[in-house]
């Protein structure tokens, strides 16, 4: 039916008509596509520069924190340190002129969502009771074991009262 009824005309329309495969149109692996000029995928671009956050805003901006491991362990081994009842506190001159903190929650066999809610009240009474009164520092906040238990208002005090006499 198909084989020799088909005339010349409605042969060339279906080969028209045809979707072309993956490696014929240059999109394929045999075909190399250029990086594009424009955007964020432009080659040499110059650094995006970041205007500084305020210390008082609804967030802890990142200037203000222990962003990279190394800084938490050189401040944890080389630092002062101070124990409270639920936390552990080291510290050390900051090399970047102003206060940064860093919190670290270990697991101690609790779940995830423990971890991350200890986590944010600690994050908030920094940012709210301690930053705005910390001197040139470089401070960790280490969480533990009893810490998980606490009480809000417990760990305010706690954190407050030490971090006003570390220096």
């Given at each position: ?8 005309t ?45 210390v ?50 270990p ?15 600690l ?9 705005s ?35």
């Amino acid at each position: 039916m198909y084989g020799s009824e088909l005339s010349a005309t409605q042969s060339a329309a279906h080969q028209q008509a045809r979707v072309p495969r993956a490696d014929e149109n240059g999109v394929g692996a045999c075909h190399v596509i250029p990086s594009p000029q424009k955007g964020a995928e432009a080659p040499h671009r110059p650094p995006a520069v970041q205007e500084p956050e305020p210390v008082t805003g609804e967030r802890l901006p990142r200037r203000v924190r222990l962003t990279r491991g190394s800084d938490l362990t050189s401040c944890w081994e080389a630092g002062r340190r101070r124990r409270t009842p639920h936390l552990d506190l080291a510290w050390r001159p900051s090399p970047a002129g102003h206060a940064r903190t860093g919190i670290i929650v270990p697991r101690y066999q609790s779940s995830a969502v423990a971890r991350n809610r200890l986590r944010r009240r600690l994050r908030e009474i920094i940012r709210r009771d301690v930053l705005s009164g910390l001197p040139p520092i470089d401070l960790v906040v280490r969480a533990k074991r009893a810490t998980y238990a606490a009480p809000f208002a417990v760990l305010r005090a706690e954190l407050t009262d030490a971090v006003s006499k570390l220096t």
